[in-house]
Antibody, heavy 118, light 107 residues
Framework: EPHVVESGGGLVKPGGSLRLSCAASGFTFTTYTMNWVRQAPGKGLEWVASITTSSRYIHYAESVKGRFTISRDNAKASVYLQMNNLRAEDTALYYC????????????WGQGTTVTVS | DIQMTQSPSSLSASVGDRVTITCRASQGISNYLAWYQQRPGQAPRLLIYAATTLQSGVPSRFSGSESGTDFTLTISSLQPEDVATYYCQKLNSVPFTFGPGTKVDLK
């Protein structure tokens, strides 16, 4: 069964950095685009970043552009989110999400890792 | 960027009621629209993709429809386990914006 597990969250001061990791299993990682989606406490879902299979196409939400970097290591079936210059408004539960494509939706979600900027 | 709106923002219904949630895109997105269910304390779950196609394993009481830039999620007979927040998401191009969500609870 496909599965993703996030790690790396924690408490960080404003202006600090954090690197999130996501380990995938149970599916052929190299054939899927991967995303990060976040959810601030008590708020809705916000798409953060996307990376295609070979890392050729990478996209970011305007709110994180220039501060966050998404990357992947296909040999390790992992995707990462390097977060720099963190702000209080980046406080959220960060989900790693498998992307089946525009026609099929985002079908595998982890349980998330919490980032608190304070 | 294309904006996604949802209505209502919340609703209360009884077990067995028919529930309808609407999502509207500010511009055309073809049928690149997904619906997600997020139960309290859980990660989101894909319910419907391509506006009308039920994800494997999702009960048949859930259905989706589309009319231009308006999309609808219907629960034909609300069950206690359907208490959740429901989100739509555009998938035609980045940014993959979510709607603000509709919270469904039991009357």
């Amino acid at each position: 069964e496909p599965h993703v597990v996030e790690s790396g969250g924690g408490l960080v001061k404003p202006g600090g950095s954090l690197r999130l990791s996501c380990a995938a299993s149970g599916f052929t990682f190299t054939t899927y685009t991967m995303n990060w989606v976040r959810q601030a406490p008590g708020k809705g879902l916000e798409w953060v970043a996307s990376i295609t299979t070979s890392s050729r196409y990478i996209h970011y939400a305007e709110s994180v552009k220039g501060r966050f970097t998404i990357s992947r290591d296909n040999a390790k079936a992992s995707v990462y989110l390097q977060m720099n210059n963190l702000r209080a408004e980046d406080t959220a539960l960060y989900y790693c999400v498998r992307d089946e494509g525009a026609a099929l939706g985002m079908d595998v979600w982890g349980q998330g890792t919490t980032v608190t900027v304070s | 960027d294309i904006q996604m709106t949802q209505s209502p923002s919340s609703l209360s219904a009884s077990v067995g009621d028919r529930v309808t949630i609407t999502c509207r895109a500010s511009q055309g997105i073809s049928n690149y629209l997904a619906w997600y269910q997020q139960r309290p304390g859980q990660a989101p779950r894909l319910l419907i993709y391509a506006a009308t196609t039920l994800q494997s394993g999702v009960p048949s009481r859930f259905s989706g429809s589309e009319s231009g830039t308006d999309f609808t999620l219907t629960i034909s007979s609300l069950q206690p386990e359907d208490v959740a927040t429901y989100y739509c998401q555009k998938l035609n191009s980045v940014p993959f914006t979510f709607g603000p969500g509709t919270k469904v609870d039991l009357k």
